[in-house]
């Protein structure tokens, strides 16, 4: 069904409990507009709002990763009893990781969160609030969507919700080689998330006053050129050189002119010496002991083409792209991607897809005059008329029916706007997966992606991308579409590196001398596949020590068995403040691992389901949850939850040496239980057994996925 009449949705809306589905249609008298501010049910049952009074943002730019400080404000708008129930939610950029949730009272009353399995946060949080404790819940809905519960608000108390993550900043994507965009997404996709639920559609509250703050210290490993902002009045400071052995660190501060209408995205123009050139930070965690890394580059040697190739374009022609021109900006897109396609050895077809599919042809056809002329006529009859947003089965037909005898590039256009997107893209990025990875090695496959509109998905459209071993591109405005389809093509006509070849990073941990060589955790495990002008960045954790190594290499074989090995490069360093804040590039390195989990890449660490699903989705949600409590992540399986009495069970800082007593005593009960699930598990008939990985406190699974690779050891 087309979702056509949904309404916009701001980042403050109220929203329905974790994960449930959005309704198939919106609400009688949905407003056209969703309302605005902390949605509540009162004690005595009447929907209430907390307005949104300020928005405050700090952040911390390293290179190309960031940390992001957002902390929202709500004025008080009862003054009798307690707020059972309120919930919203915002957006976060698709890639990023919520690392710290907080809340305080206008009384001083700080609540911090931690993190636990979903299901444990969730039972914690709604017990909390059955006792009238005033508590919050934060959980992701999807990769690039966030969720709030907050209960038992005591009345006549503002409230202030703190949110930390961290993110990668990516490229501008201009001819700016040199340039990359940092932004703080204000709203979720217009129409994109269904409708609010009923009990919190019946009135709305004003943010037109809400205004926003912000404040971020940028550091780079090259000369800042200039910051600019194409959204806001900034101030820059003057760069300083603030580092310069064993490589260069520049920083600098930018701020606001003055508060801001909290109405639209805030967004700034990075331009840097450079920063397509290799470089690596490092982050030292002198607590835990460890260090990490990340190692980016933008590719800029000559590469090989793929000599003969299947091109099938898929093309999302569902009822919600005919609003805002997303239909002719991909009809636009698609004549232009047709028009350039190789002229030889060149096969290809068009499908459309919405709640059915249909091809132009039963099987790709030759490149030629004739089957061109026949494409563009069809492209010019096309309309968004073909429903609702299937896009799995589709999918599905094209790697069932795809030619066999070469090479295949599937490239998805859509506006990402289906509820299929929103609620299980697993299932979506799962499938891509599986057939990337079956297909032959002399007919592989991948997949592409060209998002159209401010409403795409990204988590669905980077996802897809990501597990079909291509690259995505979103774009908004008519003048960007030849751009970007020049570039996707560039890159879906290129032979593939790194997964596909033997592109190894060497991370120089063995160049210092140590009692043994740390673990390394690389992130992605495997180097993924490198595209001339595409940026492509691997993480990496070096446990059991402090020492940074001075240089990282790149190296591998290209597919014509040619030797390439890059110049060492220096790194930059940095010491973790994590009494500050939450470890930057620590957070996005296991992040980047809990997504490599969470996309269903077992393979990458070793591990082995032996074909059978349920043990797979049992390893892969057994080792999120390892991965998410281990760097207080928000994931697909693990949540924040903060009430006083979480708070009241962590040691203080200064005074954990002197309870490790009570830690142990801790652990003991911890054993109990975990002895009581064994048992449980028992009856079941799943056998499981205890593993560690490397830097990593202990956990459940089982004993199928033993795997000596990567240090699994069976007690």
């Known amino acids: ?77 009862f003054s009798n009893g307690r707020l059972t129930d309120a919930r919203y939610l915002f957006p976060i950029p698709e890639g990023a990781s919520v690392c710290a949730f907080k809340m305080e009272l206008s009384d001083g009353s700080v609540v911090s969160g931690v993190v636990k399995d979903t299901e444990k946060a969730k039972k ?28 038992a608000i005591p009345a006549g108390q503002d409230v202030k919700v703190k949110i930390t993550y961290a993110t990668t900043v990516p490229d501008d994507e201009s001819d700016l080689l040199n340039q990359i965009r940092f932004a703080i997404p204000t709203f979720i996709g217009k129409k994109r998330y269904g409708a609010a639920p009923p009990e919190l559609s019946q009135g709305r509250s004003s943010d037109e006053k809400a205004t926003l703050s912000f404040k971020a210290t940028v550091q780079l490993t090259s000369k800042i050129i200039g910051i600019t902002s194409p959204s806001h009045e900034i101030d820059v400071e003057p760069s300083q050189r603030i580092q310069s052995k064993p490589a260069p660190l520049y920083s600098t501060t930018v701020k606001l002119r003055k508060p801001a209408p909290f109405d639209r995205d805030l967004v700034l123009s990075i331009q840097a010496e450079k920063l397509d050139a290799p470089r690596c930070v490092a982050e030292v965690d002198e607590k835990a002991r460890t260090v990490a890394l990340s190692l980016t580059t933008v590719p800029r040697f000559g590469a090989p083409t793929v000599e003969s190739q299947e091109y099938i374009f898929l093309i999302d022609r569902s009822g919600s792209m005919q609003d805002d021109f997303r239909m002719a900006y991909a009809k636009d897109a698609l004549h232009h991607l047709v028009k350039n396609l190789p002229t030889d050895n060149t096969v290809f077809n068009i499908v459309s897809f919405g709640s059915k599919y249909s091809s132009l042809w039963n099987t790709s056809v030759p490149y030629g005059r004739n089957t061109v002329q026949d494409a563009e006529k ?51 990025i799962s499938l891509v997966r599986s057939a990337v990875q079956s297909a032959a090695a002399n007919s592989f496959l991948r997949v592409f992606t060209l998002g159209i509109g401010a409403g795409a998905s990204t988590a669905l459209c980077e996802g897809i991308a990501r597990t079909g071993n291509g690259v995505c591109y ?16 560039l890159a879906a006509r290129t ?16 160049s210092f001398v140590l009692p043994a060589p740390p673990g390394v955790l690389q992130a992605p495990p495997r180097v993924p596949n490198l595209y001339p002008g595409n940026r492509f960045l691997v993480s990496a954790i070096l446990t059991n020590t402090v020492e940074i190594p001075e240089k990282v290499k790149l190296s591998g074989v290209l597919p014509d068995g040619t030797s390439v090995v890059l110049p060492p490069i220096k790194v930059a360093y940095t010491v973790a403040k994590t009494d500050e804040r939450p470890p930057l590039l620590h957070t996005l390195a296991a992040h980047r691992i809990v997504r490599t989990l969470e996309d269903g890449d077992l393979s990458a660490f070793g591990l082995n389901d032996g074909g059978d699903k349920g043990l797979h989705d049992e390893m892969v949600q057994a080792a999120v949850v390892e991965y998410g409590t281990r760097y207080s992540l928000a994931t697909r399986f693990t949540s924040f939850v903060a009430t006083r009495k979480t708070i009241d069970d962590q040691p203080d800082k200064d005074d954990e040496d002197d309870d490790e007593d009570e830690d142990d005593d801790d652990e003991e009960e911890e054993d109990e239980d975990e002895d009581e699930d064994e048992d449980e598990d028992e009856d079941e008939g799943v056998v499981l057994t205890q593993f560690s990985w490397p830097g990593q406190t202990s956990g459940k699974r089982s004993t199928a996925a033993f795997i000596d690779r990567w240090g699994i050891e069976d007690s």
């Not at 005033?134 to 209960?151: H, P, Q, R």
């Not at 979103?474 to 093509?489: A, F, G, V």
């Open 1 to 77: 069904m087309s979702t056509d009449s949904y309404p916009t949705v701001r980042t403050t809306l109220p929203y329905s409990p974790l994960r449930s589905p959005p309704p198939k249609s919106p609400p009688v008298g949905q407003p056209k507009d969703a309302p605005s501010g902390l949605g509540a049910i009162a004690a005595n049952g009447k929907l209430v709002f907390l307005p949104l009074d300020s928005v405050s943002v700090n952040a911390y730019l390293l290179d190309v990763s960031a940390l992001v400080v957002i902390t929202q404000k709500y004025l008080t708008t």
């Open 124 to 151: 914690v949080f709604q017990d909390a609030v059955a006792q009238g404790e005033w508590a919050g819940l934060a959980y992701e809905i999807t990769a690039d969507v966030f969720a709030i519960s907050v209960g």
């Open 378 to 428: 069809h492209i010019d009859t096309m309309s968004a008329n073909m429903g609702g947003t299937e896009i799995a089965k589709v999918l599905d037909w094209i790697f069932k029916n795809r030619v066999r005898s070469k090479p295949t590039a599937v490239v998805v256009l859509t506006d990402g706007d289906a509820s299929l997107f929103i609620w299980r893209p697993e299932q979506v």
């Open 474 to 489: 979103m774009t908004t405005k008519s003048e960007e579409i030849k751009e970007r389809s020049n570039k996707l093509l």
């Open 495 to 510: 032979l593939p590196y790194g997964s596909a070849s033997g592109i190894t990073v060497d991370w120089g941990y063995d």
